[in-house]
């Protein structure tokens, strides 16, 4: 945790939150142009050390649907053996500049299960669903 900017550790809004919001860890001001896309620190990094959970960084709602402000590679995935510093990487959809101040609350951090799956090379599946190999749209839009 950088502690020269970072002064506590993130915690849950309300009693009902599901993630905590990440902020930026910034010395002055960065300004994205539209269309622009950049990586942001956080000043932080975790441990989640269990394979069996991974963390999801996510935008916003507020700032992604007010301002244009959503993440460039869609979730960040971070997986539980990585230990380094939490990285934002912010995209700005709008027609404005959108300006990221110190300490902004930009993004937020979900901690999920996760299930590692076993892999097989087949000729074919022993069983067959309804759906087969019905997507994008087969059941209507």
Do not use: W
Not at 14 to 20: D, F, M, W, Y
Not at 62 to 86: A, F, M, P, R, W
Not at 122 to 136: L, N
Request: proline share 4%.
């Amino acid at each position: 945790m950088n502690k020269e900017i970072i002064k506590e550790v993130p915690g849950y809004g309300t009693v009902g939150s599901a993630a905590v919001d990440l902020r930026a860890c910034l010395s002055e001001a960065e300004f994205l142009s539209p269309g622009e896309c950049k990586l942001i620190g956080t000043g932080i990094a975790i441990n989640i050390a269990n394979p069996n959970y991974a963390a999801m960084i996510l935008p916003r709602s507020g700032l992604g649907h007010k301002k244009g402000l959503v993440l460039g590679n869609g979730t960040g995935l971070i997986d539980s053996d990585y230990q380094g510093e939490l990285m934002v990487s912010c995209f700005n959809r709008s027609q404005e500049v959108i300006e990221i101040e110190p300490m902004m609350r930009f993004a937020q951090l979900v901690v999920v299960p996760v299930v590692q799956a076993k892999f097989d090379i087949v000729e074919e599946f022993s069983q067959q669903t309804i759906r087969s190999a019905g997507g994008f749209g087969h059941t209507g839009v």
